[in-house]
């Protein structure tokens, strides 16, 4: 009898939490969603070439090379005929603001997380668990719940490439067979960020070959030709454009620069 009654509790648990985890995992579908996760420049966290002390202070997004500044997510996003701001939220210490945009004619919302620059590292496996499915997030924009992390459409990378300074000992295989779309733009990613993009089977939109300056309107020309459905080739050759066009270099040099896929 006891043998029995265990079962019964046994089974009623397992059913509880299967039901749990797929009420986590319900979200409205009809939006598809961006997620950017940006590793705030840091002069005294990073190993970067040092920046202006102003710009390169990872613990104040507002004036932030990557976030605040006139080419950063937020000051370029904020100002886009494309993009509208939604809401803009602090989080907490390592999580320093959230930004909430939302396509003014595609059903997309853009969601992009500033991390301390101190904490370059967990903002880089953060970004690695949602293109593998590992980590998967909601939250609530205008009563939709909406998915975010893992359960968004495409995830992208800005900051310093931090696999140059430091190894990652996690694992990031894929966990649900989903390909989600990445773009990261750091120095070299292609090379340093191939082996845990391949695990986590996701496929890179765009990725570099050698330094870059990781400015807002690479990843904003890029997602122009994304949300309007272009070919890959439209996307990478806008993205190479607008790296022209602001870094006032030659066309053929960014597409050298910006590649896509393997």
């Not at 719940?145 to 300074?165: P, W």
């Not at 990031?172 to 750091?186: G, P």
Request: charged share 20%.
């Amino acid at each position: 009898m006891k043998r029995y009654l265990y079962i019964i509790l046994l089974f009623i648990c397992v059913k509880s939490q299967s039901q749990t985890k797929t009420n986590n995992t319900l979200f409205d579908t009809t939006f598809k969603v961006v997620h950017v996760f940006v590793a705030l420049c840091d002069n005294q966290y990073q190993g970067i070439v040092p920046v202006p002390a102003a710009i390169g202070n990872g613990q104040n997004p507002a004036n932030n090379l990557y976030w605040g500044c006139s080419f950063g997510i937020y000051a370029y996003f904020k100002n886009s005929k494309e993009w509208q701001v939604v809401e803009r939220e602090k989080l907490n210490d390592m999580k320093l603001e959230r930004l909430i945009l939302k396509h003014t004619s595609k059903k997309y919302y853009l969601i992009a997380d500033a991390y301390n620059g101190k904490y370059i590292k967990q903002c880089t496996k953060d970004f690695l668990y949602s293109c593998s499915g590992q980590i998967k997030d909601t939250i609530h924009i205008n009563n939709n719940k909406i998915g975010i992390s893992g359960n968004a459409k495409l995830i992208a990378y800005i900051g310093h490439n931090g696999l140059m300074d430091f190894e990652l000992a996690e694992s990031f295989n894929n966990v649900d067979e989903q390909r989600r779309d990445c773009i990261i733009l750091a120095c070299v990613s292609k090379k340093y960020f191939a082996p845990y993009i391949k695990n986590a089977k996701a496929n890179p939109l765009v990725w570099t070959t050698g330094l870059m300056c990781p400015e807002a309107y690479t990843l904003h020309y890029a997602l122009t030709e994304y949300v309007n459905e272009k070919s890959l080739e439209a996307i990478i050759i806008q993205a190479a454009r607008a790296y022209a066009k602001y870094q006032k270099c030659g066309e053929k040099a960014a597409k050298k620069l910006l590649v896509q896929g393997w």
